[in-house]
Every structure is written in structure tokens, then in C-alpha cells.
């Protein structure tokens, strides 16, 4: 059983950078892929991006290639997005999730655990 805490939302200007947090509980945190997705009002979840156990392997959405970064800190049980350059397009509902599985996970079915959610706003 892991259990997700997200923090670090808000309301922004475009152009701020923000930075999210995921507190994992569980003494098996290593073993998972930590990602981030997003869901705006009427749309689907949508991948943001993706981190393997080790952080050998990160992947992200095309949308925020270049803008947002995935890292972790497998000591203290912490999954961080910070995000650069934001659109107004960034924002949504903001989740940490947990996957275990051999190739890198991009849709939500491949992710067992969910956070709560923390909402980003980018105002123009």
C-alpha cells in the first residue's frame, strides 16, 4: 500500500515557475515509477511525465518538454515536479501517482496508486 500527498499548488502568472511535491508513504517506494498527471475541467487525465525508481528513466509529455522536470528523492520518500514557464494551458489538477511496471507507464491505467490532487492555476 502506498499513500500519496501532493503540495505545492496555486495560483500563478504565466511565465512563474511552481514547484510540486509527493510525499509517498510505504518502505517499498523505490520499487515505483513516480508520475504526474494532469486534468483540466472537461478534459481527460492527461500524462505530464514520468520517473523510474533509480531515476535512470524519465519521460515527458511533449506539452512540457523542455519546461517541467521530474526528480526524486528516494530517502525521504519525495517525488518533486518543478514546473518553468507556465501557459495558461498548464492549468488543471495536478496528481502524483504510483506505478509498478517494467516499461516506462504514460496512461493511468498503469498506475495503481493516486494522490488527492493539488490545483494549478496560470492566469494570462
Known amino acids: 500500500q502506498v499513500q500519496l500527498v501532493e503540495s505545492g499548488g496555486g495560483v500563478v502568472q504565466a511565465g512563474d515557475s511552481l514547484r510540486l511535491s509527493c510525499a509517498a508513504s510505504g518502505r517499498t517506494f523505490i520499487a515505483y515509477f513516480m508520475g504526474w498527471f494532469r486534468q483540466a475541467p472537461g478534459k481527460e487525465r492527461e500524462f505530464v511525465g514520468t520517473i523510474s525508481g533509480s531515476g535512470s528513466r524519465i519521460s515527458y509529455a511533449d506539452s512540457v518538454k523542455g519546461r517541467f522536470t521530474i526528480s526524486r528523492d528516494n530517502a525521504k520518500n519525495t517525488v518533486t515536479l518543478q514546473m518553468t514557464s507556465l501557459k495558461p494551458e498548464d492549468t488543471a489538477v495536478y496528481y502524483c501517482?504510483?506505478?509498478?511496471?517494467?516499461?516506462?507507464?504514460?496512461?493511468?491505467?498503469?498506475?495503481?496508486?493516486w494522490g488527492q490532487g493539488t490545483q494549478v492555476t496560470v492566469s494570462s
Open positions: 501517482a504510483a506505478a509498478q511496471t517494467v516499461s516506462i507507464p504514460t496512461t493511468p491505467s498503469q498506475y495503481t496508486y
